[in-house]
Protein backbone atom coordinates (compact mmCIF):
# COMPACT_ATOMS: atom_id res chain seq x y z
CA UNK A 1 0.00 0.00 0.00
CA UNK A 2 1.08 3.38 -1.15
CA UNK A 3 2.65 5.94 1.31
CA UNK A 4 -0.68 7.89 0.11
CA UNK A 5 -2.90 5.30 0.59
CA UNK A 6 -1.80 5.06 4.33
CA UNK A 7 -2.92 8.55 4.89
CA UNK A 8 -6.09 8.34 3.13
CA UNK A 9 -6.93 5.06 5.15
CA UNK A 10 -5.70 6.96 8.38
CA UNK A 11 -7.72 9.97 7.77
CA UNK A 12 -10.85 7.94 7.05
CA UNK A 13 -10.45 5.90 10.66
CA UNK A 14 -9.89 8.96 12.14
CA UNK A 15 -12.77 10.71 10.86
CA UNK A 16 -14.65 7.83 12.49
CA UNK A 17 -13.34 7.67 15.97
CA UNK A 18 -14.45 11.85 16.17
CA UNK A 19 -17.68 11.27 14.85
CA UNK A 20 -18.23 8.15 17.52
CA UNK A 21 -16.50 10.43 19.93
CA UNK A 22 -19.09 13.69 19.00
CA UNK A 23 -22.02 10.87 18.67
CA UNK A 24 -21.66 9.84 22.38
CA UNK A 25 -20.66 13.13 23.77
CA UNK A 26 -24.28 14.09 22.37
CA UNK A 27 -26.41 10.97 23.83
CA UNK A 28 -24.31 11.46 27.04
CA UNK A 29 -26.03 14.86 27.02
CA UNK A 30 -29.24 14.14 25.54
CA UNK A 31 -32.00 14.14 28.08
CA UNK A 32 -33.41 10.60 28.57
CA UNK A 33 -37.16 9.74 27.20
CA UNK A 34 -40.18 9.04 30.11
CA UNK A 35 -39.15 5.06 28.99
CA UNK A 36 -35.46 5.70 29.67
CA UNK A 37 -35.67 7.35 32.45
CA UNK A 38 -38.13 4.99 34.38
CA UNK A 39 -35.71 1.95 33.35
CA UNK A 40 -33.06 3.54 34.87
CA UNK A 41 -34.98 4.29 38.11
CA UNK A 42 -35.75 0.81 37.97
CA UNK A 43 -32.07 -0.46 37.39
CA UNK A 44 -30.76 1.89 40.24
CA UNK A 45 -33.22 0.12 42.47
CA UNK A 46 -32.18 -3.51 41.02
CA UNK A 47 -28.24 -2.34 41.99
CA UNK A 48 -28.90 -1.49 45.56
CA UNK A 49 -26.71 1.19 45.80
CA UNK A 50 -28.18 5.01 46.98
CA UNK A 51 -26.15 7.02 44.95
CA UNK A 52 -27.68 5.16 42.04
CA UNK A 53 -30.91 6.28 42.90
CA UNK A 54 -29.98 9.88 43.79
CA UNK A 55 -28.16 10.12 39.82
CA UNK A 56 -31.77 9.41 38.58
CA UNK A 57 -33.28 12.70 39.73
CA UNK A 58 -35.90 11.02 41.93
CA UNK A 59 -35.86 13.40 45.15
CA UNK A 60 -35.37 10.78 48.17
CA UNK A 61 -34.66 11.65 51.77
CA UNK A 62 -31.41 11.07 53.81
CA UNK A 63 -33.67 8.64 55.80
CA UNK A 64 -34.54 6.73 53.08
CA UNK A 65 -31.41 6.46 51.02
CA UNK A 66 -29.88 5.17 55.05
CA UNK A 67 -32.51 2.98 55.15
CA UNK A 68 -32.00 1.61 51.46
CA UNK A 69 -28.25 1.20 52.19
CA UNK A 70 -29.14 -1.70 54.54
CA UNK A 71 -31.47 -3.09 52.78
CA UNK A 72 -32.42 -7.18 52.79
CA UNK A 73 -32.91 -7.60 48.86
CA UNK A 74 -34.25 -5.20 45.91
CA UNK A 75 -35.97 -5.66 43.19
CA UNK A 76 -35.68 -7.94 40.01
CA UNK A 77 -36.09 -8.69 36.41
CA UNK A 78 -37.90 -5.05 36.33
CA UNK A 79 -39.42 -3.81 32.75
CA UNK A 80 -41.14 -0.77 31.43
CA UNK A 81 -44.06 -2.65 29.92
CA UNK A 82 -45.96 0.37 28.55
CA UNK A 83 -45.85 4.55 29.27
CA UNK A 84 -48.98 6.64 28.58
CA UNK A 85 -49.33 10.20 27.93
CA UNK A 86 -52.59 12.04 28.63
CA UNK A 87 -52.61 15.09 28.41
CA UNK A 88 -48.78 15.81 29.06
CA UNK A 89 -49.41 13.39 32.39
CA UNK A 90 -46.88 10.90 31.29
CA UNK A 91 -46.62 7.66 33.24
CA UNK A 92 -44.68 4.32 32.86
CA UNK A 93 -46.27 0.81 33.93
CA UNK A 94 -43.37 -1.85 35.37
CA UNK A 95 -43.03 -4.84 36.27
CA UNK A 96 -40.72 -6.63 38.67
CA UNK A 97 -40.22 -9.33 41.04
CA UNK A 98 -39.82 -8.52 45.01
CA UNK A 99 -40.71 -10.22 48.28
CA UNK A 100 -40.99 -13.80 46.41
CA UNK A 101 -43.78 -12.27 44.14
CA UNK A 102 -44.13 -10.77 40.69
CA UNK A 103 -45.51 -7.00 41.37
CA UNK A 104 -46.64 -4.36 38.54
CA UNK A 105 -46.85 -0.98 39.18
CA UNK A 106 -47.21 2.68 37.70
CA UNK A 107 -44.71 5.37 38.10
CA UNK A 108 -45.20 9.03 37.29
CA UNK A 109 -42.34 11.03 35.22
CA UNK A 110 -42.29 14.60 35.48
CA UNK A 111 -40.17 16.75 33.64
CA UNK A 112 -38.01 19.63 34.80
CA UNK A 113 -34.67 21.51 33.16
CA UNK A 114 -35.51 19.46 29.96
CA UNK A 115 -35.29 15.75 31.89
CA UNK A 116 -37.34 12.93 32.72
CA UNK A 117 -37.40 11.41 36.02
CA UNK A 118 -39.74 9.13 38.20
CA UNK A 119 -41.64 11.56 41.00
CA UNK A 120 -42.95 10.76 44.24
CA UNK A 121 -44.87 7.40 42.98
CA UNK A 122 -41.70 5.70 42.74
CA UNK A 123 -41.50 5.90 46.47
CA UNK A 124 -43.56 3.54 49.03
CA UNK A 125 -44.00 4.08 52.97
CA UNK A 126 -43.89 1.98 56.14
CA UNK A 127 -45.70 2.71 59.34
CA UNK A 128 -43.77 0.77 62.09
CA UNK A 129 -45.34 -0.64 65.33
CA UNK A 130 -43.15 -1.70 68.09
CA UNK A 131 -43.93 -3.29 71.95
CA UNK A 132 -40.79 -1.45 73.34
CA UNK A 133 -39.32 2.09 72.15
CA UNK A 134 -40.00 5.12 70.61
CA UNK A 135 -37.95 3.90 67.44
CA UNK A 136 -37.00 1.49 65.28
CA UNK A 137 -34.47 0.47 62.92
CA UNK A 138 -35.36 0.23 58.95
CA UNK A 139 -32.17 -1.04 56.95
CA UNK A 140 -29.78 1.41 58.07
CA UNK A 141 -31.79 3.92 59.55
CA UNK A 142 -33.74 4.70 62.78
CA UNK A 143 -36.87 5.43 61.95
CA UNK A 144 -39.80 6.97 64.67
CA UNK A 145 -42.79 4.31 65.60
CA UNK A 146 -46.48 5.77 64.93
CA UNK A 147 -45.24 7.82 61.95
CA UNK A 148 -45.58 7.14 58.13
CA UNK A 149 -41.95 7.54 56.39
CA UNK A 150 -41.12 7.16 52.89
CA UNK A 151 -38.54 4.01 51.83
CA UNK A 152 -37.47 3.17 48.42
CA UNK A 153 -39.24 0.20 46.82
CA UNK A 154 -37.03 -3.17 48.41
CA UNK A 155 -37.37 -5.67 51.44
CA UNK A 156 -36.37 -4.46 55.06
CA UNK A 157 -35.62 -5.38 58.03
CA UNK A 158 -37.76 -3.58 60.34
CA UNK A 159 -35.54 -4.32 64.03
CA UNK A 160 -36.20 -3.09 67.49
CA UNK A 161 -33.95 0.02 68.44
CA UNK A 162 -31.59 0.42 70.15
CA UNK A 163 -30.18 -3.20 69.19
CA UNK A 164 -27.73 -3.31 72.08
CA UNK A 165 -30.70 -3.26 74.74
CA UNK A 166 -33.55 -5.11 72.68
CA UNK A 167 -34.37 -7.55 70.61
CA UNK A 168 -36.91 -8.72 67.92
CA UNK A 169 -37.61 -7.91 64.52
CA UNK A 170 -39.86 -7.95 61.61
CA UNK A 171 -39.96 -7.83 57.51
CA UNK A 172 -41.28 -5.04 54.96
CA UNK A 173 -42.07 -5.38 51.73
CA UNK A 174 -41.87 -1.79 50.57
CA UNK A 175 -43.82 -1.32 46.65
CA UNK A 176 -44.58 2.01 45.05
CA UNK A 177 -47.41 3.80 45.19
CA UNK A 178 -48.24 1.52 48.77
CA UNK A 179 -48.17 2.02 52.22
CA UNK A 180 -47.02 -0.83 54.60
CA UNK A 181 -47.08 -1.97 58.23
CA UNK A 182 -44.25 -3.53 60.32
CA UNK A 183 -44.83 -4.60 64.08
CA UNK A 184 -42.10 -5.01 65.77
CA UNK A 185 -42.20 -7.46 69.16
CA UNK A 186 -39.85 -6.22 71.22
CA UNK A 187 -38.80 -7.24 74.36
CA UNK A 188 -35.44 -6.32 76.78
CA UNK A 189 -32.07 -7.96 76.60
CA UNK A 190 -29.92 -8.63 79.83
CA UNK A 191 -28.05 -5.50 78.84
CA UNK A 192 -31.14 -3.50 79.00
CA UNK A 193 -31.38 -4.21 83.22
CA UNK A 194 -27.57 -3.29 82.99
CA UNK A 195 -27.85 -0.15 81.32
CA UNK A 196 -30.90 0.74 84.04
CA UNK A 197 -28.93 -0.45 86.90
CA UNK A 198 -25.76 2.35 85.82
CA UNK A 199 -28.36 5.02 84.98
CA UNK A 200 -29.87 4.11 88.46
CA UNK A 201 -26.85 3.91 90.53
CA UNK A 202 -25.76 7.11 89.25
CA UNK A 203 -28.99 9.14 89.69
CA UNK A 204 -29.23 7.57 94.20
CA UNK A 205 -25.27 8.18 94.22
CA UNK A 206 -26.38 11.94 93.68
CA UNK A 207 -29.13 11.18 95.84
CA UNK A 208 -27.34 10.59 98.55
CA UNK A 209 -24.56 13.55 98.41
CA UNK A 210 -25.71 14.56 101.46
CA UNK A 211 -26.60 18.16 102.60
CA UNK A 212 -29.06 20.25 104.62
CA UNK A 213 -32.27 18.63 102.71
CA UNK A 214 -33.41 15.47 102.35
CA UNK A 215 -34.13 14.88 98.93
CA UNK A 216 -37.42 13.27 97.10
CA UNK A 217 -38.03 11.11 94.48
CA UNK A 218 -34.78 8.42 96.22
CA UNK A 219 -36.83 6.16 98.20
CA UNK A 220 -34.78 7.37 101.25
CA UNK A 221 -37.94 8.22 104.21
CA UNK A 222 -36.31 8.86 107.68
CA UNK A 223 -38.68 9.06 110.65
CA UNK A 224 -36.56 12.42 111.89
CA UNK A 225 -39.49 13.84 113.23
CA UNK A 226 -39.95 11.27 116.03
CA UNK A 227 -36.28 12.41 117.48
CA UNK A 228 -35.73 16.19 116.07
CA UNK A 229 -37.53 19.05 116.21
CA UNK A 230 -35.54 20.09 113.78
CA UNK A 231 -32.36 18.82 111.42
CA UNK A 232 -29.20 20.75 109.87
CA UNK A 233 -27.13 18.20 108.05
CA UNK A 234 -27.63 14.58 107.01
CA UNK A 235 -24.31 12.10 105.54
CA UNK A 236 -25.28 9.28 103.90
CA UNK A 237 -23.89 6.06 103.30
CA UNK A 238 -24.86 3.22 100.37
CA UNK A 239 -24.48 -0.07 101.52
CA UNK A 240 -25.70 -1.81 98.94
CA UNK A 241 -27.82 0.11 96.01
CA UNK A 242 -31.31 -1.18 95.07
CA UNK A 243 -31.31 -3.86 92.37
CA UNK A 244 -33.06 -3.80 89.07
CA UNK A 245 -36.39 -5.37 87.56
CA UNK A 246 -37.30 -4.15 84.07
CA UNK A 247 -40.64 -4.81 82.73
CA UNK A 248 -41.33 -2.70 79.08
CA UNK A 249 -42.52 0.38 80.54
CA UNK A 250 -41.58 0.43 84.04
CA UNK A 251 -38.89 -0.85 86.90
CA UNK A 252 -38.55 -1.50 90.32
CA UNK A 253 -35.20 -1.71 92.46
CA UNK A 254 -35.53 -3.11 96.11
CA UNK A 255 -33.16 -4.61 98.59
CA UNK A 256 -30.46 -1.75 98.93
CA UNK A 257 -29.06 -0.66 102.09
CA UNK A 258 -28.46 2.36 103.06
CA UNK A 259 -27.43 4.60 106.58
CA UNK A 260 -28.04 7.87 107.39
CA UNK A 261 -26.69 10.21 109.93
CA UNK A 262 -28.82 12.93 110.96
CA UNK A 263 -27.65 16.20 113.14
CA UNK A 264 -29.96 18.91 114.06
CA UNK A 265 -32.20 19.72 117.31
CA UNK A 266 -33.77 17.13 119.40
CA UNK A 267 -37.32 18.15 121.15
CA UNK A 268 -35.45 19.30 124.33
CA UNK A 269 -34.16 22.06 122.46
CA UNK A 270 -30.24 19.69 122.36
CA UNK A 271 -27.92 18.96 119.76
CA UNK A 272 -28.68 16.00 118.99
CA UNK A 273 -26.95 13.12 116.39
CA UNK A 274 -28.72 10.18 115.26
CA UNK A 275 -27.85 7.16 112.54
CA UNK A 276 -30.81 5.58 110.77
CA UNK A 277 -30.17 2.16 108.61
CA UNK A 278 -32.62 0.80 106.32
CA UNK A 279 -32.21 -2.60 105.29
CA UNK A 280 -35.23 -2.37 102.77
CA UNK A 281 -34.53 0.87 100.57
CA UNK A 282 -36.06 0.84 97.42
CA UNK A 283 -37.04 3.07 94.61
CA UNK A 284 -40.32 2.89 91.58
CA UNK A 285 -40.29 4.45 88.54
CA UNK A 286 -40.89 4.54 84.34
CA UNK A 287 -38.36 3.49 81.72
CA UNK A 288 -38.14 4.98 78.31
CA UNK A 289 -36.19 3.52 75.50
CA UNK A 290 -35.42 5.93 72.59
CA UNK A 291 -33.31 5.23 69.23
CA UNK A 292 -30.05 5.05 70.85
CA UNK A 293 -30.56 4.67 74.93
CA UNK A 294 -32.75 3.85 77.74
CA UNK A 295 -33.79 6.24 80.07
CA UNK A 296 -35.37 5.98 83.53
CA UNK A 297 -37.93 8.58 85.81
CA UNK A 298 -37.68 7.75 89.16
CA UNK A 299 -41.59 8.40 91.21
Request: proline fraction near 4%; charge should be negative.
Amino acid sequence: MTRRRWWVVGGLVAILVVAGAVWWGVSALRSPSPEEAALAYLRALESGDPEAVTTTGTAVSDTALTAFAGTTSTIEDAEVTSIRDRDGAVSATVTFRLGGADQEARLTLTQESGRWAVDGSGLGAITATTTIGTAVQVGGAAVPVDEETALLPAVYRVSAAPASLLTGAAEAVVLPGSPTAAEVAAELRPAATEAAQEKLDAYLQDCTAGGSMIPENCGIRLPWGTEFRAFSDVAFQVERFPGVTLTSAAFTADDGILTATVTGVGHDGTTRTVTYRNTAWSVRGDIAVTADELALTVW
